[in-house]
C-alpha cells in the first residue's frame, strides 16, 4: 500500500510538471519551458498573474490543496513578467487542461 502511494504522488508530480510545461510551451514558445517553469519572478503585471493563476486553479489543479502544482505557479508569474499576455496563457491553459486534476495523498 505503502509503494502504491509513493508511486501515485510520483505520477501525480510528473503529470503537474507535464502540464505546467504544456501551457508554457503553447503561451511561451518550447524554448521557454525551462526558463520559465524554474524562474523565480517577482511580477508587477499583478491582472496578468491573477488572470493566469485563477485560470490554473480552475482548470488543472486545487492548487488550495495541491502543494506542488502551487510550487510551479511561479512559472505563471515568470510568463506574465516577460511579456506573455495572459490572454496567451488563459487560452494555454483552457487548451491543455480540460479536466480539473484533483490529489490526495
Known amino acids: 500500500e505503502l509503494r502504491q ?6 505520477a501525480h508530480r510528473v503529470n503537474v510538471l507535464k502540464t505546467y510545461a504544456k501551457v508554457i510551451e503553447r503561451a511561451a514558445g518550447l524554448k521557454a519551458v525551462n526558463t520559465h ?3 523565480k519572478a517577482v511580477s508587477t503585471e499583478f491582472d496578468c498573474v491573477q ?3 485563477d ?11 495541491d502543494d506542488y502544482a502551487l510550487k510551479f505557479s511561479n512559472s505563471l508569474v515568470s510568463m506574465c513578467d516577460s511579456g506573455v499576455s495572459s490572454e496567451a496563457i488563459t487560452e494555454a491553459i483552457g487548451a491543455i487542461c480540460t479536466t480539473r486534476t484533483t490529489f490526495e495523498a
Open 55 to 65: 485560470a490554473f486553479h480552475a482548470s488543472c489543479f486545487d492548487m488550495s490543496q
Open 51 to 53: 488572470a493566469s493563476i
Open 5 to 10: 502511494k509513493l508511486d501515485a504522488l510520483l
Open 37 to 39: 517553469l524554474y524562474n
